[in-house]
């Protein structure tokens, strides 16, 4: 009766307590909700029978068994978790009484659901159904109507809710298509939602599990969606409570694998053929293990019982009995073993699939900045610490004999498998590195770009020599010149750090996977680091400062400052990467190393490094303001110089090394926005602005012409818009040589105005007899420097004649 | 074209009416880049309507017409504004006519706010 109910509550929740409440109201009943598969739960097969009394009972089992039912994920301050586990061996206890405590007595609406098995205390953040509720968001004046009294005595203070018309299931369904609508696969889960319901469940079975019990009990009955609901909550609780199970494993590691070796060291005594030695060869389990440990603590309870015995009965049939008792247990566990590791995989998978995610959204993000590198890539370690369930499998060394053979057998079959996902795991950890190479060489052609604002603000001093004084010339000349040395020493630092930072990580990455014990280390590392980072931080400040005295640059000049700097965050993290990996920091740091390494992001620690990196680039960015304030400056005499000085100006270029790099000079346009404005300024004003000093030319077609267009990919619309290039141009020449900004703020309020993805390159076709305008697109801010030719052409999509003729992707997805 | 310093109450009541007309063209395709726009269209109606509600100082007056040129610039922020906006159909002839009124209206803005 305790295991049909179980296994009935199980599934079914509250209606199936009220359904057994009728005939097992003297006994406990308490509910179970599985923590485990929720988003793909296996295929259900369900039944039912009437009864002698008319009420109908139902049964629903998962296919496949045995069912083990649990999931844990670090990254969650610790609460409480449920473990639901069926034993799908007629006649064994089940393995929930010892892994889940007491069960569980539900309460009435709005109190606690659930209890820690743990006990109370010991484990902060009890899994409470308001904890639950708290969790999702949810406020907790919402009630659930467990059905919770008996049949005969209908709950009447709670109003009955229909599927789909009360309030409750109108709340959770929208709970749940927000999860969907959020979700990236969020079209195929809405496809999946429409056919079969809410998480995957069968709409036909929900109206199977529904319907009879609403009509018996006329009871409110809390849903399918709203038990998926809750369902997933315990799900997230319970990836929330890796360090209050880590906590368990090690009173498992420690304290039940002696007292098992000594309690059976006296059985042995007694009959040495019918218990075998026990030895635990692997010492350390991981959190995997934890179920078949717990069965173990079972087969403890029993020797010990059978250690009561010994002394007043030692009928050599009773021992008998214990002994295939403790061998079936040890076949339970064997086979829970082979399920955990079938979890593992799905786990390994999920997360591959996770780094995928993350690496997608790196690699679609605007900013591929060292600091985002560096964030992206202490992420994925994370991903791979759970690779290796077969040492965990061989560890296992208390199984029985035949039982662990077949578990291995298991296991080396999926061995390909665990070794492919491992190794796709390994490629995607490679993927920043060429990301950071396009990282790197956008940086080689911002060089470049602040190169040729050197040579313009060189060019304006030269051929203002005459026409200004000399102290004027003399400071414009230094600090072109110092600007110029400090970009170029930041940037080749940049470059250094980057380099160095994606090849040692990736080397200490390897080097951390290829050693097993240095996992377990991390992982110790870990439960450390979690309380306290506070180590590593004041470790990584120090260390920062050293750098900064030991070079010698506490009085060097600024951009000699920020170069170095970069250079440093990147010898930083190398220098710490490789300590962790050769196991040669000092426990602190690498307790600290660890905690980065997890990819804790959000948490001082973890993004240290980041920062620094980050400091040195927003420095890059000031410098490269500073420069094309220069540029403008620069410009702006040289507009004040009398047309006449020109030529001399232009004859001052022979003798420079850089003059094959000419600047833009005013009387390449007909148009300026100070002397001569144009006609531009009458047609889009706002337009005329965004080409440099508002210089142009405006001429008419007289063939037809095709030009480019930068814009968000889909066609239609948006291949239309006012601005376009004589030829096709690339993502970063859009934005920085064009000056499109990702997002445009508002200066005063700080709005977003609007955005600018670079998707697609449009090819558009220009009827002749358009009034084009051209000239070099003016400076925004940051990076987005412009200079580059743009073309505006006035509401092209009024244009008779005007043709898509063709479009493609900017950057291929990888 | 006369320069001014002020927009004068003809020109606020146009104002006025014409983001009242601009606000549900806007909304014809849904987009949600326009809200920007739309909100911004929005805050310069309640400008009018408080500034009719006093007692039209020159100051007030002032500021008003700062406030909504201001806005009127940063709605119209190249590439991403008001005057790089169109309703879109596949069909030229359909498009140039849904768009009509829309370009109607933008002109008319222009043409108030260049005379400041």
């Known amino acids: 009766m305790r295991n049909l109910s179980q296994f009935v509550i199980s599934i079914l929740g509250p209606f199936a307590l009220a359904a057994l409440s009728s005939r097992a109201a003297a006994n406990p009943r308490y509910i179970e909700i599985r923590s485990s598969q929720i988003l793909e739960p296996p295929p259900l097969v369900c039944g039912h029978k009437m009864k002698s009394d008319g009420t109908m009972e139902?049964?629903?089992?998962?296919?496949?068994?045995?069912?083990?039912?649990?999931?844990?994920?670090p990254g969650f301050n610790g609460t409480s978790l449920l473990l639901s586990v069926q034993?799908?061996?007629?006649?064994?206890?089940?393995?929930?009484?010892?892994?889940?405590?007491?069960?569980?007595?539900?309460?009435?609406?709005?109190?606690?659901?659930?209890?820690?098995?743990?006990?109370?205390?010991?484990?902060?953040?009890?899994?409470?159904?308001?904890?639950?509720?708290?969790?999702?968001?949810?406020?907790l004046e919402i009630k659930f109507g467990l059905p919770t009294q008996e049949v005969d005595q209908p709950n009447t203070s709670f109003p009955p809710v229909a599927p789909g018309d009360g309030p409750v299931y109108k709340f959770f369904n929208n709970r749940l298509y927000q999860l969907i609508e959020n979700d990236p696969q969020s079209a195929e889960k809405k496809s999946d939602f429409a056919t079969r319901g809410p998480m995957g469940i069968d709409p036909k079975l929900v109206d199977q599990l529904t319907s009879p019990v609403r009509k018996v009990e006329n009871q409110p009955l809390l849903l399918p969606s709203s038990l998926a609901q809750l369902q997933k909550g315990l799900l997230v609780l319970g990836q929330s409570s890796l360090a209050a199970h880590r906590k368990t494993v090690d009173y498992i590691n420690n304290e039940l694998e002696r007292k098992l070796i000594d309690r059976r060291g006296i059985l042995r005594s007694y009959n040495?053929?019918?218990?075998?030695?026990?030895?635990?060869?692997?010492?350390?389990?991981?959190?995997?293990?934890?179920?078949?440990?717990?069965?173990l603590n079972e087969v403890l309870?029993?020797?010990?019982?059978?250690?009561?015995?010994?002394?007043?009965?030692?009928?050599?049939?009773?021992?008998?009995?214990?002994?295939?008792?403790?061998?079936?247990?040890?076949?339970?566990?064997?086979?829970?073993?082979?399920?955990?590791?079938?979890?593992?995989?799905?786990?390994?998978?999920?997360?591959?699939?996770?780094?995928?995610?993350?690496?997608?959204?790196?690699?679609?993000?605007?900013?591929?900045?060292?600091?985002?590198?560096?964030?992206?890539?202490?992420?994925?370690?994370?991903?791979?610490?759970?690779?290796?369930?077969?040492?965990?499998?061989?560890?296992?060394?208390?199984?029985?004999p035949e039982g662990r053979g077949n578990l291995i057998l298991w296991a080396?079959?999926?061995?390909?498998?665990?070794?492919?996902?491992?190794?796709?795991?390994?490629?995607?950890?490679?993927?920043?590195?060429?990301?950071?190479?396009?990282?790197?060489?956008?940086?080689?052609?911002f060089r470049e770009q602040l190169i040729d604002s050197e040579t313009l603000a060189r060019d304006v001093v030269s051929s203002t020599k005459s026409d200004l004084p000399a102290n004027v010339v003399r400071l414009a000349m230094t600090v072109a010149r110092e600007t110029t040395t400090g970009i170029k020493s930041y940037l080749l630092g940049v470059k250094a750090g980057i380099q160095g930072n994606l090849k040692t990580k990736a080397d200490a990455i390897e080097a951390i996977f290829s050693n097993p014990e240095r996992l377990t280390r991390i992982s110790e590392a870990i439960l450390n680091t979690i309380t306290d980072p506070t180590d590593f931080m004041r470790y990584a400040s120090t260390s920062i400062l050293n750098f900064h005295i030991k070079m010698g640059i506490v009085t060097g000049i600024l951009p000699a400052k920020v170069a170095i700097r970069g250079k440093i965050a990147g010898e930083l993290s190398t220098e710490l990467l490789i300590g962790m990996a050769m196991g040669t920091t000092a426990a602190p740091i690498n307790s600290g190393l660890t905690h980065l390494a997890k990819g804790l992001i959000g948490t001082e620690a973890s993004e240290i490094l980041g920062v620094q990196i980050a400091e040195g680039l927003g420095r890059a960015e000031s410098i490269s303001s500073e420069v094309v304030a220069?540029?403008?400056?620069?410009?702006?005499?040289?507009?004040?110089?009398?047309?006449?000085?020109?030529?001399?100006?232009?004859?001052?270029?022979?003798?420079?090394?850089?003059?094959?790099?000419?600047?833009?000079?005013?009387?390449?346009y007909e148009f300026n926005l100070i002397q001569n404005p144009g006609p531009l300024v009458e047609i889009n004003p706002g337009a005329a602005s965004t080409f440099r000093s508002g210089m142009y030319n405006a001429r008419i077609l007289k063939e037809d012409?095709?030009?480019?267009?930068?814009?968000?990919?889909?066609?239609?619309?948006?291949?239309?818009?006012?601005?376009?290039?004589?030829?096709?141009?690339?993502?970063?020449?859009?934005?920085?040589?064009?000056?499109?900004?990702?997002?445009?703020?508002?200066?005063?309020?700080?709005?977003?105005?609007g955005s600018s993805p670079l998707e697609t390159i449009y090819a558009i076709k220009v009827p002749k007899g358009t009034t084009i305008f051209e000239g070099p697109a003016g400076y925004q801010s940051g990076i987005y420097l412009g200079g580059k030719t743009q073309i505006y052409v006035h509401k092209p999509w009024k244009l008779q004649g005007v043709e898509v003729i063709s479009e493609k992707p900017l950057r291929p997805k990888l | 074209m006369t320069m001014q310093s002020t927009l004068s109450k003809q020109q606020l009541m146009q104002i006025h009416s014409l983001y009242q007309k601009l606000i549900p063209l806007l909304g014809v395709q849904k987009d949600p880049d326009l809200s920007f726009i739309i909100s911004t269209a929005k805050d310069s109606m309640t400008l009018i309507e408080a500034y009719f509600n006093l007692d039209n100082s020159s100051e007030d007056t002032r500021v008003t017409t700062q406030i909504l040129l201001s806005k009127h610039k940063v709605m119209n922020q190249p590439?991403?504004?008001l005057a790089d906006y169109f309703i879109w159909n596949d069909s030229l002839e359909e498009r140039i006519k849904l768009n009509q009124a829309l370009d109607e209206i933008k002109h008319n803005l222009n043409d108030i706010f260049n005379t400041l």
């Open chain 1, 58 to 73: 139902y049964e629903c089992r998962w296919e496949g068994q045995p069912q083990v039912n649990f999931s844990s994920r």
């Open chain 1, 301 to 400: 309870t029993l020797e010990n019982l059978i250690l009561d015995q010994l002394p007043q009965n030692k009928d050599r049939e009773d021992f008998t009995q214990w002994a295939e008792k403790l061998n079936h247990l040890h076949f339970v566990a064997d086979r829970l073993a082979e399920a955990n590791l079938r979890n593992d995989l799905t786990l390994v998978r999920n997360d591959i699939e996770q780094a995928k995610e993350i690496m997608g959204e790196y690699i679609g993000s605007e900013d591929h900045s060292p600091g985002r590198i560096t964030q992206f890539m202490n992420l994925l370690p994370s991903f791979n610490t759970q690779l290796n369930p077969i040492e965990d499998l061989r560890g296992n060394a208390a199984l029985r």
């Open chain 1, 412 to 445: 080396e079959q999926n061995q390909q498998a665990i070794t492919d996902e491992a190794e796709e795991s390994r490629n995607l950890l490679n993927e920043p590195k060429v990301t950071a190479q396009i990282e790197i060489e956008a940086a080689e052609y």
């Open chain 1, 272 to 295: 040495k053929d019918l218990f075998p030695p026990l030895s635990f060869t692997t010492t350390r389990y991981s959190l995997k293990g934890i179920q078949v440990r717990a069965s």
């Open chain 1, 630 to 668: 220069t540029q403008q400056a620069a410009q702006e005499i040289l507009e004040s110089v009398p047309a006449k000085s020109h030529a001399k100006i232009l004859e001052s270029f022979q003798d420079d090394s850089l003059s094959a790099l000419a600047p833009v000079r005013k009387l390449d």
């Open chain 1, 87 to 139: 034993s799908p061996f007629p006649g064994a206890a089940p393995v929930s009484t010892f892994l889940s405590g007491t069960p569980v007595t539900p309460a009435a609406p709005g109190q606690s659901l659930f209890s820690s098995p743990y006990g109370n205390g010991n484990i902060p953040g009890q899994s409470s159904l308001p904890t639950v509720l708290n969790h999702l968001g949810i406020p």
């Open chain 2, 79 to 81: 590439r991403v504004g």
């Open chain 1, 705 to 753: 012409k095709i030009i480019y267009r930068l814009g968000e990919g889909g066609g239609g619309k948006n291949a239309f818009g006012q601005y376009f290039t004589e030829v096709p141009v690339t993502f970063l020449e859009g934005r920085i040589d064009l000056g499109v900004k990702p997002e445009w703020i508002d200066p005063h309020t700080g709005a977003l105005i």
